[in-house]
């Protein structure tokens, strides 16, 4: 899929037909995107004029550039860029985070499958510093962040896998995508900077990482691993809240690029 390198400074909007809408990047105060509905941050298309209009990139740029994507998850299924949910809205979800699709959305008939752009976004597998970390329809374990009560409906969706020392290591894209979120929620009331909710905080990486066994967590290159998982989860909360951008700086640099 492609990942908006050229975004254009200016686009027009059906969404938001009034006024054009200017790219704002590199930052800024968290936001909530007018499209999909989903929490904001990094670079976006907003109209300052009466009522903000903010629209993730992907969003903003879905109808034209890409109005049907294919996910490697799927194979050869084609997902249609619809303005709405299809019926009935209020039971349509995400098929990768698990959470409600309100607004735009990614939908494929065949299959009745549906992906927030955002979501969509998220590459088949990521390598860092020799670890691989492939993406999974569906978990097989609960990770660390998921709790009793919502562990077995959290693995029916996306998770990325590795291991360490032997063991899995599941990231799940919607635990991730909940820790994350704290951090966003106090950044949007607050209307702070951008660039708050991305970085892969300690409570996020000891959750995610609590699962393993304790033998394995004193293990000679725990802490190493650790630090991995800290910048493939950083990446994956990047572009889960519509900074695909933010996957390119961290991931195609030194030590780590992208497998599709």
């Known amino acids: 899929m492609k990942m908006y390198e050229d975004l254009p400074p200016v686009i027009s909007h059906p969404a938001h037909p009034a006024h054009e809408l200017t790219l704002v990047a590199g930052g800024g105060a968290p936001f909530v995107c007018d499209g999909c509905k989903d929490p904001g941050d990094g670079d976006r298309y907003t109209c300052e004029r009466g009522n903000a209009f903010h629209l993730h990139t992907c969003c903003a740029l879905a109808e034209e550039q890409a109005p049907v994507v294919h996910h490697p998850l799927f194979g050869d299924r084609a997902f249609v860029f619809l303005p709405e949910p299809p019926p009935p809205v209020d039971d349509t979800v995400c098929d990768a985070c698990g959470e409600p699709a309100r607004g735009f959305v990614y939908h494929c008939l065949e299959a009745d499958l549906d992906l927030h752009?955002?979501?969509?976004?998220?590459?088949?597998?990521?390598?860092?510093?020799g670890r691989v970390f492939e993406l999974r329809r569906e978990a097989s374990r609960p990770c660390?962040?998921?709790?009793?009560?919502?562990?077995?409906?959290?693995?029916?969706?996306?998770?990325?896998?590795?291991?360490?020392?032997?063991?899995?290591v599941d990231l799940h894209v919607a635990c991730m995508k909940d820790m994350a979120r704290l951090g966003w929620e106090a950044g949007y009331h607050d209307r702070v900077g951008g660039g708050q909710i991305v970085p892969a905080s300690a409570p996020i990486l000891d959750g995610v990482l609590q699962r393993l066994p304790r033998n394995k967590r004193r293990s000679t290159g725990f802490q190493r691993f650790c630090k991995i998982v800290g910048t493939v989860v950083s990446v994956i909360i990047s572009v889960i809240f519509g900074n695909p951008m933010a996957m390119i700086a961290a991931v195609a640099g030194p030590g780590g690029f992208l497998r599709d």
Do not use: K, Q, T, V
Not at 117 to 123: D, K, Y
Not at 152 to 157: A, V
């Open 117 to 129: 752009p955002c979501c969509a976004l998220l590459p088949e597998r990521i390598l860092r510093d």
């Open 144 to 168: 660390g962040m998921c709790g009793d009560r919502n562990g077995r409906r959290r693995r029916r969706f996306w998770a990325y896998r590795s291991y360490f020392d032997g063991e899995a």
